[in-house]
Nanobody, 116 residues
């Protein structure tokens, strides 16, 4: 059974930092690209970042580039998202995501709240 378990969210002041983690199990983690997707209150899903199977290629949208860094440790089956210079607009639930053998898998999400 594929499982994606996020952690690391919390309440942080504007300008602060967080590192999210996603521990994967039930599949060959080092064979698949992974991604982070978020949902702000009252809004739809928003792609945050993506990374290929070995971490050699990453994608981060322009609005987050320079503030967010995605990485992975295939020896630990873990995906990371380092977020710096957080803004109130970054508030939301952050999900770990992968597309495996024609199916989509999501974690349960971790809440990130940016507020003074």
């Amino acid at each position: 059974e594929v499982q994606l378990v996020e952690s690391g969210g919390g309440l942080v002041q504007p300008g602060g930092s967080l590192r999210l983690s996603c521990v994967a199990s039930g599949f060959s983690f080092d064979n698949y690209a992974m991604a982070w997707v978020r949902q702000a209150p009252g809004k739809g899903l928003e792609w945050v970042s993506g990374i290929n199977w070995n971490g050699g290629r990453t994608y981060i949208p322009g609005s987050m580039r320079g503030r967010f860094t995605i990485s992975r440790d295939n020896t630990k089956n873990t995906l990371y998202l380092r977020m710096n210079s957080l803004e109130s607009e970054d508030t939301g639930v952050y999900y770990c995501y992968s597309h495996i053998l024609r199916r989509e898998y999501w974690g349960q999400g971790t809440q990130v709240s940016v507020s003074s």
